[in-house]
């Protein structure tokens, strides 16, 4: 029976928790600049910030097209996030090196609340044999699709085409995050989850729902032996 692994990217396989918010910042700044616009120190503001909130406002007030700024400040938070994986300004966690390992026993794949461009860039760039690579589109509606929700989960699940009988006591496989909210998304997915401990969230308590906890990744080979004999 095939077990897939599906992973989170940010404190999972890239270290720290999340993108930094100059890198949104610097982006924001690259997008305005394409468009030719001047825009005030608050209107400047806004926009740099990671979130929708206020950027249909702000764009028109500056009489720019909402969906076009967001689309291009997200490529170039893409573009900021590749050359700070390239100079190592951030990397990748040690123990993903079993990856390797996983990915010759069972399926696995990537599916992150980060940019889609991003999530391709680390599959390709760190030679991950992920199955399946699964990101947010660069659309507001993509925006909002993130975890809690299971969206991403559910569409990397399909582009797999597993088959219906593949599961383990109704569970289609594993979902591997570091917050709260991956253990929400991979459980409406109908997956078992991992919360892996990080020096980011030592202090979080176990989310409820967490079927697994781990101190590294390099213990899911037991786990997935653990699942194949109780198959």
Known sequence: MTIPI???????????????????????????????VS??????RDLRRHGTDAVERRCAELEIDPDSFWKRKERYA???THERLRTGQRGRYDDTDVLADLAERTTIGLVTNNRHQTAEFVADYYDFAFDVVRGRD??????HRRKPD??????????LELDSGDTNNGRRGLYVGDFEKDVTAGTAADLDTV???RDHNRGLERPADATYELESLSELPDILEELAAAD
């Open 138 to 143: 660069p659309t507001f509606a993509g925006y």
């Open 150 to 159: 299971p969206y991403y989960i559910e569409d990397a699940l399909a582009s």
């Open 78 to 80: 893409s573009e900021g």
């Open 195 to 197: 919360f892996v401990r």
């Open 6 to 36: 599906l992973f989170d990217m940010d404190g999972i396989i890239l270290e720290g928790p999340r993108t930094e918010p100059q890198v949104y910042a610097d982006a924001a700044d690259a997008a305005l600049s394409d468009f030719g």
């Open 39 to 44: 825009p005030t120190p608050e209107q400047r």
